[in-house]
């Protein structure tokens, strides 16, 4: 339960980060997608099926303001939830250079997720320029910021489950 | 059930739950989800507050701290400088709102429709695309298709609508298409987003006479936005080599890095869709 409520605020923090923060000091090329960070942290930390449903969940936060039709981004991060949480046995996740390629990778992957979705929808991005230059900005950017963002979060972990073994014993 | 049953069964259902998300949401998007009205309304005090500190972070920023420069030995004199340069910052951003909202009522009074006052309240999470959060909604007469405008411009459409807020497709997404022409020369072409504070004037054939600095207004074609409406000014015109059509790069008239305030033109959309490529693409 503390988990998922800390999950739940830092969740509600990366929603507010992404609708006030970043539109007022980050130019659209530089914006790190958090709420991808968080599902590569859960589905590298936690078991698939918890994963999954805060990926869910998360992907319906970041639907609310898209001009799309349906629920696409919880697809989206499901698709990378699950990739990550079978790749996890074989990614070194202690290296932050295999961090940082997957990262890049899974930014790649949602990028050309809400490019396919779009064309489906025959809607797009007026210019091919426009995508590209954003998709390759935020690739770069979550590769090189990415790794730190979940190593704080690894910490996070850390700090959560010393609590709660501390409670426990306490009241033991 | 096995552990390795559970193992393919959970993600199976997960992806099933999500599918279904996505074909019930596929019918309509009139009305914001359930789900979507709940984000929107526990987050969005948070967000007006967030953008409150913002304003006055960014009014401190500007009105006084790169003022500080001053010497030691007038620190008392600086101080009490200080103090009133935050009080005449607070005048002055009392001074601009009420600018702002009095260019808003003589806009308002010019234009014949009804219009709503609303406070933008958030941007578009993701970032591909160019929305914004109004703090307007279906209680306070919003619907789908309205028009939204402020003092200097034309701003976009609304594209959802929950009980309190309303969701805004600015005219710099791709996926907004607004009918405009030059005013001067009254060629005619359509207007979409290219993302970054700039758009495109397309389908403006190559004979056509449009020159850099021209005024491009909405043409009033497919019933969602008023004629007659400021949308930009012509920033480049390139005419290549061959081809029907010629180039028009247009800056649009509102300066969406500064929205704090828009209109929403209360008026019943058009019954009927417009046709592809007018005004109606998502």
């Keep these: 339960m503390r988990t998922f409520i800390l999950y739940l605020v830092l969740a509600i923090g990366a929603y507010l980060c992404h609708t006030v923060l970043y539109p007022a000091f980050l130019v659209p090329e530089l914006r790190i997608d958090l709420f991808l960070v968080l599902v590569l942290h859960l589905s590298f930390s936690y078991e698939r099926s918890k994963a999954l449903i805060l990926a869910l969940f998360l992907g319906l936060v970041m639907d609310v303001g898209l001009p799309l039709r349906g629920c696409f981004y919880p697809l989206i991060y499901l698709a990378i939830a699950l990739l990550a949480s079978m790749l996890r046995q074989n990614l070194n996740l202690h290296s932050r250079w295999y961090q940082a390629l997957f990262l890049g990778l899974c930014t790649l992957i949602e990028g050309l997720g809400v490019r396919m979705i779009l064309g489906l929808q025959d809607a797009g991005f007026a210019e091919a320029g426009y995508f590209l230059r954003l998709l390759a900005g935020r690739i770069i950017i979550t590769a090189l910021v990415g790794p730190l963002l979940l190593a704080g979060l690894e910490r996070v972990d850390q700090y959560l489950s010393a609590f709660i073994v501390h409670r426990e014993s306490q009241e033991v | ?126 970032g591909w695309f160019q929305t914004i959060l109004i703090d307007k909604g279906r209680n306070d007469g919003v619907v789908r298709d309205m028009a939204v405008v402020s003092a200097e411009g034309l701003v976009g459409r609304v594209i959802g609508v929950s009980n309190h807020h309303a969701k805004v497709l600015l005219i710099l997404d791709g996926n907004s298409a607004v009918d405009a022409y030059i005013q001067r020369s009254r060629a005619r072409g359509v207007l979409v987003g290219l993302g970054l504070e700039l758009c495109l004037l397309k389908y403006v054939q190559r004979n056509e006479d449009v020159q850099v600095g021209d005024q491009v207004i909405s043409s009033g074609m497919g019933g969602v936005f008023p004629k007659g409406l400021l949308v930009g000014t012509v920033k480049e015109v390139v005419r290549g080599s061959s081809g029907l059509f010629q180039r028009v790069e247009v800056e649009p008239a509102v300066n969406f890095g500064r929205l704090e305030e828009v209109l929403v033109v209360i008026q019943s959309p058009p019954e009927e869709p417009a046709m592809a490529g007018t005004q109606k693409r998502p």
Excluded: C
């Design chain 2, 1 to 126: 059930m096995t552990s390795q049953a559970r193992k393919f069964i959970i993600p199976i259902l997960i992806f099933l739950l999500a599918l279904s998300l996505i074909s019930a949401n596929l019918h309509s998007r009139e009305n914001m989800s359930f789900f979507e009205s709940l984000v929107v309304g526990i987050t969005s005090p948070v967000q007006k507050a967030v953008w409150g500190v913002i304003g006055g972070i960014s009014n401190i920023w500007r009105g006084y701290f790169y003022l500080v420069g001053l010497e030691k030995e007038n620190q008392v004199l600086k101080r009490e400088l200080q103090e009133l340069k935050l009080e005449v910052n607070r005048y002055r951003e009392a001074h601009l709102a009420n600018e702002r909202l009095r260019a808003l009522l003589n806009f308002k009074k010019s234009i014949a429709t009804p219009l709503l006052p609303a406070q933008l309240v958030a941007f578009d999470p993701a």
